[in-house]
């Protein structure tokens, strides 16, 4: 089973900077420069978009000499695909039946 990501990841993926991110390295490693050339914000805006990723653990930071890679850590991305899932993925009822009663959910269906 996978595991409940932490609501670090559900933040970082809160911003359209951070997702964009995410969305460039799908195709491979950059480094925190090439990251940065695609956005109109500053350095520093762009080192705290990658910290937040990182802090999540949807990307993965390699030093190679004097460049920091960075990568999607994709065994963090499955866990959230699947969580996700886990919510629109229909779940049987005791007794196996599909049948919905109409009217609101009371507290004893709840828990």
Same mark, same amino acid.
């Given at each position: 089973?996978?595991?409940?990501?932490?609501?670090? *990841?559900? #933040?970082?993926?809160?911003d359209q900077t951070?997702?964009?991110?995410?969305?460039?390295? #799908?195709?491979?490693?950059?480094?925190?420069?090439?990251?940065?050339?695609?956005?109109?914000?500053?350095?520093?805006?762009?080192?705290?978009? !990658?910290? =937040? !990723?990182?802090?999540?653990?949807? =990307? *993965?930071?390699?030093? #190679?000499?004097?460049? =920091?890679?960075?990568?999607?850590?994709?065994? *963090?991305?499955?866990?959230?695909?699947?969580?996700?899932?886990?919510? *629109?993925?229909?779940? !049987?009822?005791?007794?196996?039946?599909?049948? #919905?009663?109409?009217?609101?959910?009371?507290?004893?269906?709840?828990?």
């Open positions: 089973m996978a595991s409940t990501p932490s609501s670090a *990841v559900f #933040r970082a993926f809160a951070r997702r964009d991110i995410l969305k460039m390295l #799908r195709s491979g490693p950059r480094t925190s420069g090439q990251i940065a050339d695609r956005f109109d914000s500053s350095w520093p805006t762009i080192s705290r978009h !990658l910290s =937040v !990723l990182a802090n999540a653990d949807l =990307v *993965v930071a390699i030093r #190679r000499g004097s460049e =920091v890679y960075y990568e999607l850590n994709t065994s *963090v991305l499955q866990d959230l695909a699947q969580h996700l899932m886990e919510w *629109v993925e229909p779940t !049987l009822p005791k007794g196996g039946s599909r049948a #919905r009663s109409k009217g609101r959910i009371t507290r004893a269906q709840e828990g």
